[in-house]
């Protein structure tokens, strides 16, 4: 059983895929939505079994305020291509693309801390899965 170092993982954004700097963690929630269809007579609920799939998550950094083309390019109301690898870009490696949109973006400032920032997003659209 194959298993993964959170080291390992890396985002990317936009056409050029450019790495977003500072990340700390990621995490990314697919989900799939079916439609009740139970009848009167029935005695357990059914559906339908052609899904609505969607998919979010969250991005968390530490904030780098010149990093243009990659938490600069993550506004809030923005639609961008993200590529999220768990595992990294090496040979075989799995990773997830898709268009994204930011809904929220939360900035964390602590006496005695590094300042992070916390990205949401939506998906808009499939996200694909692939190997590097």
């Not at 390019?73 to 090496?90: F, I, K, Q, R, W």
Request: net charge negative; proline share 2%.
């Amino acid at each position: 059983m194959a298993n993964h170092h959170g080291s390992e993982g890396l985002v990317r954004v936009g056409a050029g895929a450019n790495l977003v700097a500072e990340v700390t963690g990621f995490s990314f929630t697919q989900t799939a939505e079916y439609a009740e269809d139970t009848t009167l007579s029935d005695t357990a609920k059914t559906y339908n079994t052609t899904a609505i799939t969607s998919w979010n998550g969250t991005i968390t950094a530490f904030w780098d305020e010149t990093d243009t083309n990659g938490q600069i390019a993550l506004a809030p109301g923005s639609n961008v291509t993200l590529v999220l690898a768990p595992e990294g870009t090496d040979t075989n490696d799995m990773r997830y693309s898709g268009s994204a949109l930011v809904t929220e973006i939360t900035r964390n400032v602590q006496r005695g801390a590094i300042t992070e920032i916390t990205f949401n997003f939506i998906g808009n659209g499939t996200l694909t899965a692939a190997t590097s």
